[in-house]
């Protein structure tokens, strides 16, 4: 090692080849890098669903459940098996071993699935996939007082129009019921026109079809012959006929049953800012940035509001793309608040080009980690700008020992390049260990297994590379480039003030530190004994709950949400009721900040009856993990005001919330969220 730093503290050239290798490097891997909100993950689990409408909740956990954890249990690859059984719908989870070959189980569990035989006959095909983890940027409330048809008509045109804009490939349209055109059959008119029930189904059945009816060939050509007969819209239906007499008289579906047009007859619906609304759902795929689909979303809404009917209107909500903007922001401020802050305390106590250089590490480390990121699959999200917020402390840690070392060796003998090689040297051995010591505490994270080590894998892979780049920079660059400094001739007037600060630190080490250490070591034994007690202390504080433990930190968010469960079965309209108890709290809340501080602390409020958002997509990066859809749950999500224009904090507000709405008695579970991430 010691040949390693004398070489490059004579080639100068090499280490600023070496340098500019690694900010150009870094630089260029900022543009093919994946920005996403958080890493995306394989789930390793398979969901199974099989639809027994009508059932209750006990059939289907006897009739459906129980037989598919019976048939499927045993098969290699499986950890757990977790069921949910609701009205209507049968939901089995499994969870796979690690290691495990998805493929394989997954056509394993199908086989098995589809051997059942013993299914009620109302039951549907069941469907077997792996569940997968897609990444929403951000939705789009479309919303106004206007007739179903036309709001939903509104939201997929929506849909259409942003999956033509090159860089934005999925879009859902959720939160709004499916089309469905019923027929409602009158027994009066059955009986009038001697037929049955069952006739008039087989009559739609065989009518509402396209059929090809071959091909004939000509001395133009072939031409393909195809009957078109398949109705789409409720008139459609009302004409299709249901038996032709010999008179040429016919008998419609319209002569003897009503036809209905509309929606499918379902529990879920959703209001945005007390507003009807229907949400589009923008998700980002493959190595598409999440912040420039947000922009592109962005600038379609300026520019199809106008396109619009009038009364419907388009707002940006859920947008997690701000989130990650934000948190790249901090990153930012803090690597330059630290660049500042290192550079101003070396430039006052030791050397001005000194605090320059070694100043440089942080960007150098970042962008050396930078330059790794494609290759270790790790891209631009909340936990790998978060990995970046932690090591920035201690990034420039062995920049600054080793600076200070080389310049307290040129202030002893004033050669600039001898100087830079004992320092360097000198401090070398315990540079070395110092980081690998921090990079052995955070190997570990490493090999954490299952989905939480997935998650967890992205900070040591940030961390490392920072810790490892600013080694070579301290020990590599740094030394050629303080080599060149000179003795100071005559004193400047920034010298003698910088003089003052100096010699104040020369007069507390000698002074304060010095005494401090000899006695110390001159008393050992009391020194260990006292280090002993407080690691002792420490432990009690843990073990007797002092401390508190929380496996996720709670962190600042821009978001809280409220979600209630009430029992199973529980009419739509009861649900609704406890919903509008948690929007009436919001309300009081509202009302309530803005008579305090003069500002209104809520965005937006959105309620969703009959589903829960917030949960079904398992609060960040794990997830949709259940659907969550049923007559008795409900949610009420309330975007906040920037942090740092509140004085109060997400946490604190959701107690306020909780303590205004009051309990809602009927309710099995009440849930406040208040933080980005969930335990």
């Known amino acids: 090692m010691k040949g390693t730093i004398d070489w490059f503290a004579r080639n100068g050239v090499a280490a600023n080849l070496m340098m500019?290798?690694?900010?150009?490097?870094?630089?260029?891997?900022?543009?093919?890098?994946?920005?996403?909100?958080?890493?995306?993950?394989?789930?390793?689990?398979?969901?199974?669903?099989?639809?027994?409408l009508g059932a209750a909740p006990e059939e289907v956990e006897q009739a459906v459940n129980i037989r598919i954890e019976e048939a499927i249990q045993g098969t290699d690859g499986i950890k757990q098996i977790q069921s949910t059984a609701s009205e209507g719908m049968g939901t089995v989870i499994v969870e796979l071993e690690l290691g495990a070959d998805a493929r394989k189980v997954i056509d394993d569990v199908k086989s098995n699935v589809d051997a059942i035989t013993t299914f009620p006959i109302e039951t549907e095909k069941p469907i077997v996939r792996e569940m997968v983890s897609r990444m929403q940027v951000t939705d789009i409330a479309v919303s106004g007082y206007v007739d179903p048809f036309a709001l939903k008509a509104a939201a997929v045109q929506v849909r259409d129009e942003l999956t033509t804009i090159p860089g934005i490939t999925q879009v859902d349209v959720v939160s709004a019921p499916p089309y469905e055109i019923s027929v409602e059959v009158s027994e009066i008119s059955l009986r009038r026109h001697g037929l049955t029930f069952d006739q008039v189904a087989d009559a739609v059945r065989r009518s509402s079809l396209d059929l090809p009816g071959g091909s004939v060939r000509t001395e133009g050509g072939e031409i393909l012959l195809r009957t078109i007969g398949q109705a789409y819209r409720g008139d459609e239906y009302e004409n299709l006929v249901l038996w032709t007499r010999a008179d040429g008289s016919r008998l419609v579906l319209g002569d003897v049953a009503t036809v209905v047009d509309g929606f499918a007859e379902t529990d879920q619906f959703a209001r945005f800012d007390v507003t009807p609304t229907m949400m589009v759902s923008v998700f980002r795929t493959g190595e598409q940035s999440a912040l420039e689909i947000a922009a592109l979303v962005h600038d379609y809404i300026d520019a199809a509001q106008a396109r619009l009917p009038d009364g419907i209107t388009l707002t940006i909500w859920q947008d997690g793309a701000a989130m990650l903007s934000a948190r790249l922001s901090l990153m930012l401020r803090t690597g330059a608040g630290g660049f500042v802050l290192v550079f101003l305390v070396l430039a006052l106590f030791l050397e001005l080009r000194l605090a320059i250089w070694v100043s440089l590490g942080i960007p150098i480390s970042f962008l050396g980690a930078m330059a790794l990121m494609p290759g270790l699959d790790v891209s631009i999200n909340i936990m790998s700008l978060f990995a970046f917020v932690t090591v920035l402390g201690i990034v420039v840690d062995d920049a600054i020992i080793v600076g200070e070392n080389i310049f307290r060796h040129?202030?002893?003998?004033?050669?600039?390049?001898?100087?830079?090689?004992?320092?360097?040297?000198?401090?070398?051995?315990?540079?070395?260990?110092?980081?690998?010591?921090?990079?052995?505490?955070?190997?570990?994270?490493?090999?954490?297994?299952?989905?939480?080590?997935?998650?967890?894998r992205v900070i040591p892979l940030i961390v490392i590379p920072c810790l490892l780049f600013s080694l070579v920079e301290s020990l590599g660059i740094l030394p050629a480039h303080l080599s060149h400094m000179k003795p100071q001739g005559k004193p400047s007037l920034w010298r003698r003030f910088q003089s003052r600060f100096a010699n104040g630190l020369k007069v507390?080490?000698?002074?304060?530190?010095?005494?401090?250490?000899?006695?110390?070591?001159?008393?050992?034994?009391?020194?260990?004994?006292?280090?002993?007690?407080?690691?002792?202390?420490?432990?009690?504080?843990?073990?007797?709950?002092?401390?508190?433990?929380?496996?996720?930190?709670?962190?600042?968010?821009?978001?809280?949400?409220?979600?209630?469960?009430?029992?199973?079965?529980?009419?739509?309209?009861?649900?609704?009721?406890?919903?509008?108890?948690?929007?009436?709290?919001?309300?009081?809340?509202?009302?309530?900040?803005?008579?305090?501080?003069?500002?209104?602390?809520?965005?937006?409020?959105?309620?969703?009856?009959?589903?829960?958002?917030?949960?079904?997509?398992?609060?960040?990066?794990?997830?949709?993990?259940?659907?969550?859809?049923?007559?008795?749950?409900?949610?009420?999500?309330?975007?906040?005001?920037?942090?740092?224009t509140r004085a109060y904090n997400s946490e604190q507000l959701g107690l306020q919330w909780r303590e205004i709405t009051g309990p809602i008695p009927e309710a099995v579970d009440i849930n406040f969220n208040m933080s980005i991430m969930t335990p």
């Open 410 to 456: 040129q202030e002893d003998h004033g050669d600039g390049l001898r100087g830079s090689i004992e320092g360097a040297q000198e401090i070398a051995k315990p540079v070395i260990f110092a980081v690998l010591t921090t990079v052995a505490a955070f190997t570990p994270l490493m090999f954490v297994p299952g989905m939480m080590g997935k998650i967890f």
């Open 20 to 52: 500019v290798f690694i900010v150009v490097t870094g630089i260029a891997a900022t543009t093919t890098v994946r920005e996403e909100i958080f890493p995306e993950i394989e789930l390793d689990r398979i969901t199974i669903e099989v639809p027994y």
């Open 508 to 644: 507390f080490i000698q002074k304060a530190y010095r005494p401090t250490l000899l006695l110390g070591l001159r008393w050992r034994y009391l020194t260990a004994a006292i280090g002993v007690a407080m690691l002792v202390l420490t432990i009690g504080m843990v073990a007797g709950g002092w401390t508190n433990f929380r496996f996720f930190p709670s962190i600042e968010a821009d978001v809280m949400a409220a979600s209630v469960t009430l029992p199973q079965g529980t009419p739509v309209g009861v649900t609704s009721a406890a919903v509008e108890k948690l929007e009436a709290g919001a309300a009081r809340l509202r009302a309530r900040l803005f008579e305090e501080t003069g500002q209104d602390y809520f965005r937006h409020v959105a309620a969703s009856i009959g589903d829960q958002p917030m949960g079904s997509r398992g609060g960040g990066p794990m997830g949709p993990m259940l659907d969550l859809a049923a007559s008795n749950v409900g949610e009420v999500t309330i975007e906040l005001a920037p942090s740092e």
